[in-house]
């Protein structure tokens, strides 16, 4: 079955197809490297996430392009001000945010492209929309005519009929209120220091939105097939790249707009403007582990906001741990009988789960699923009739369904040896009565965040979460 995606440009559910069979090219806004990504922007991220994961299982390739904004008047401002050259500063956030995204489990998109390594082509972009007249120059500055593309407003939904013509605005971010013509280009004043380029154009720098319009178009293509971002993109941002993109290539720049709604802390959105916000760093520092975030950020459907909390975050650790041990038991599981029911169970999960994502990635009802699977199947289990068989096939059920929701632990190799070792010192201390040193194993164990039980068939760890 085809998933069916809400999309922004018609307000409807539709129908989803790539415009090549069987591969979808998409654009993923990226993060503005000026600082650590906080929590909802990862929220963003990792609806991104899920939706890349859930084309692939359904059997997609997927091309996706994430922009890295190393250039705009928000990494300006804060480079000057700490007094580090550009690049400097911007390659530290760059780092961080490649460390946080793999400690969140976010699968790498095929493509990362820095504003700053795409001059000439937002150059070559803004030269053509001059030529075209959707572009006009004062004191070396260069704006987009909103006027003259009748179409702009139609993604934010605006009416600007009656707007005055030649209103302009420099700024990369600002309200509806402020429908105006935008900035394409930036001729080089004071307040930016040393940070311009020399160009055809003459010497300054790009605006923010025109980098989206030039690197998609130079990795996907002049139309392609999904552009995401959060809901605060969609007006100026997103408004202006298809301004930018059908001025200049004179075709539709995109076929699906999907949009997530912000993460808020106490009804208000968290972002660095109101001072509410946690970085991933912050979370992690309180004990949490990241893919308990990662399961908070991404269980509820991404067209709701959704209020971060503390006890919600305590919650998530809590079904967490309902499938990573569900999972870990499972494997040690050796079978029993069969009630013949196993296999409809996990049938009746896959479907379900899958079903429940085709409509708009309705991720609730897709756990739900799973959940209700993890219960029958231990139900079945404790009744002994589960066979070798039907466990085999509950786990193949499980990795696929991980394969979109990314919350199984993966243990890894290297550090698993150095536990197994500390373990097997521990039972021979205890076989030699040393129950201090074992004691001391234990404690050592559970600073590494490894929680010990001694079964019948030998001492079993976990991650504790
Ligand atoms: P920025 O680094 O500000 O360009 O933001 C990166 C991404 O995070 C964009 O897609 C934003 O729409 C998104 N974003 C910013 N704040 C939030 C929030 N509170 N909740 C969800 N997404 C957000
Ligand atoms: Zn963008």
Same mark, same amino acid.
């Given at each position: 079955?085809?998933?069916?995606f809400?999309?922004?440009?018609?307000?409807?559910?539709?129908?989803?197809?790539?415009?090549?069979?069987?591969h979808?090219?998409?654009?993923?806004?990226?993060?503005t490297?000026? %600082?650590?990504?906080?929590?909802? *922007? !990862?929220?963003?991220?990792?609806?991104?996430?899920?939706?890349?994961?859930y084309?692939k299982? @359904?059997?997609?390739?997927?091309?996706?392009?994430?922009?890295?904004t190393?250039?705009?008047?928000?990494?300006? @401002?804060?480079?000057m001000?700490?007094?580090?050259?550009?690049?400097? !500063?911007?390659?530290?956030?760059? +780092?961080?945010?490649?460390? %946080?995204? %793999? @400690?969140?489990?976010?699968?790498?998109?095929?493509?990362?492209?820095?504003?700053?390594?795409?001059?000439?082509?937002?150059?070559?972009?803004?030269?053509?929309?001059?030529? @075209?007249?959707?572009?006009?120059?004062?004191?070396?500055?260069?704006?987009?005519?909103?006027?003259?593309?009748?179409?702009? =407003?139609?993604l934010?939904?605006?009416?600007?009929?009656?707007?005055?013509?030649g209103?302009?605005?420099?700024?990369?971010e600002?309200?509806?209120?402020? #429908?105006?013509?935008?900035?394409?280009?930036?001729?080089?004043?004071? *307040?930016?220091?040393?940070?311009?380029?020399e160009?055809?154009?003459?010497?300054g720098?790009?605006?923010?939105?025109?980098?989206?319009?030039?690197m998609?178009?130079?990795?996907?293509?002049?139309?392609?097939?999904?552009?995401? =971002?959060? #809901?605060?993109?969609?007006?100026?941002?997103?408004?202006?790249?298809?301004?930018?993109?059908?001025?200049?290539?004179?075709?539709?720049?995109?076929? !699906?707009?999907?949009?997530?709604?912000?993460?808020?802390?106490?009804?208000?959105?968290?972002?660095?403007?109101?001072?509410?916000?946690?970085?991933? &760093?912050?979370?992690?520092?309180?004990?949490?582990?990241?893919?308990?975030?990662?399961?908070?950020?991404?269980?509820?459907?991404?067209?709701?906001?959704?209020?971060?909390t503390?006890?919600?975050?305590?919650?998530?650790? *809590?079904?967490?741990?309902?499938?990573?041990?569900?999972?870990?038991?499972?494997?040690?599981?050796?079978?029993?009988?069969?009630?013949?029911?196993?296999?409809?169970?996990?049938?009746?999960?896959?479907?379900?789960?899958?079903?429940?994502?085709?409509?708009?990635?309705?991720?609730?009802?897709?756990?739900?699923?799973?959940? %209700?699977?993890?219960?029958?199947? *231990? +139900?079945?289990?404790?009744?002994?009739?589960?066979?070798?068989?039907? +466990?085999?096939?509950?786990?193949?059920?499980?990795? &696929? #369904?991980?394969?979109v929701?990314?919350?199984?632990?993966?243990?890894?190799?290297?550090?698993?040896a $150095?536990?197994?070792?500390?373990?097997?010192?521990?039972?021979?201390?205890?076989?030699? &009565? $040393?129950?201090?040193?074992?004691?001391?194993?234990? &404690?050592?164990?559970?600073?590494?965040?490894?929680?010990?039980?001694?079964t019948?068939?030998?001492?079993?760890?976990?991650?504790?979460?």
């Open positions: 079955m085809l998933p069916k809400f999309n922004t440009l018609t307000r409807t559910k539709e129908e989803f197809k790539p415009l090549e069979d069987n979808v090219r998409m654009y993923t806004c990226g993060p490297v000026y %600082d650590f990504a906080h929590i909802g *922007n !990862f929220r963003t991220f990792l609806f991104e996430d899920l939706l890349r994961r084309l299982f @359904k059997g997609y390739k997927v091309t996706q392009v994430m922009n890295l190393d250039i705009d008047d928000k990494t300006i @401002k804060s480079a001000a700490k007094k580090i050259p550009l690049g400097e !500063f911007t390659a530290f956030y760059k +780092r961080a945010f490649f460390e %946080d995204i %793999d @400690k969140l489990g976010i699968e790498r998109a095929e493509y990362y492209p820095e504003a700053t390594a795409h001059i000439p082509e937002m150059v070559a972009m803004i030269k053509q929309l001059h030529e @075209k007249a959707y572009a006009y120059v004062i004191d070396g500055n260069y704006y987009y005519s909103i006027a003259k593309f009748p179409e702009y =407003g139609k934010a939904h605006l009416d600007i009929a009656g707007l005055k013509a209103v302009r605005i420099a700024a990369d600002y309200e509806k209120e402020s #429908v105006s013509d935008f900035a394409l280009w930036k001729a080089w004043d004071e *307040n930016d220091g040393d940070i311009y380029w160009t055809e154009i003459g010497k720098r790009p605006g923010w939105h025109i980098e989206c319009s030039a998609s178009m130079k990795y996907l293509g002049e139309t392609f097939d999904i552009h995401t =971002g959060g #809901v605060d993109n969609m007006f100026p941002h997103h408004e202006n790249e298809i301004a930018q993109s059908e001025g200049a290539n004179g075709k539709k720049f995109v076929n !699906f707009w999907l949009h997530s709604e912000h993460l808020l802390v106490d009804g208000i959105k968290m972002s660095k403007r109101y001072n509410n916000y946690y970085t991933l &760093r912050d979370i992690l520092d309180k004990g949490y582990a990241a893919v308990a975030v990662r399961y908070i950020l991404m269980a509820t459907n991404y067209r709701q906001q959704l209020n971060f503390f006890d919600g975050l305590v919650s998530a650790r *809590n079904g967490l741990e309902r499938y990573n041990d569900f999972y870990a038991n499972l494997k040690d599981y050796s079978g029993g009988q069969t009630s013949g029911e196993g296999k409809s169970i996990i049938e009746r999960m896959l479907k379900g789960f899958e079903d429940a994502l085709d409509d708009d990635l309705n991720i609730s009802p897709a756990l739900g699923e799973v959940f %209700d699977f993890i219960r029958d199947i *231990n +139900r079945l289990k404790a009744e002994g009739l589960l066979s070798r068989e039907e +466990r085999d096939s509950a786990l193949n059920a499980m990795e &696929r #369904v991980d394969s929701l990314g919350f199984l632990i993966k243990k890894k190799a290297e550090i698993d $150095d536990i197994e070792n500390l373990i097997k010192e521990r039972t021979e201390a205890k076989k030699r &009565r $040393d129950f201090a040193a074992a004691d001391g194993i234990r &404690r050592k164990l559970l600073d590494m965040g490894i929680i010990l039980e001694d019948a068939s030998g001492t079993k760890w976990k991650r504790k979460l």
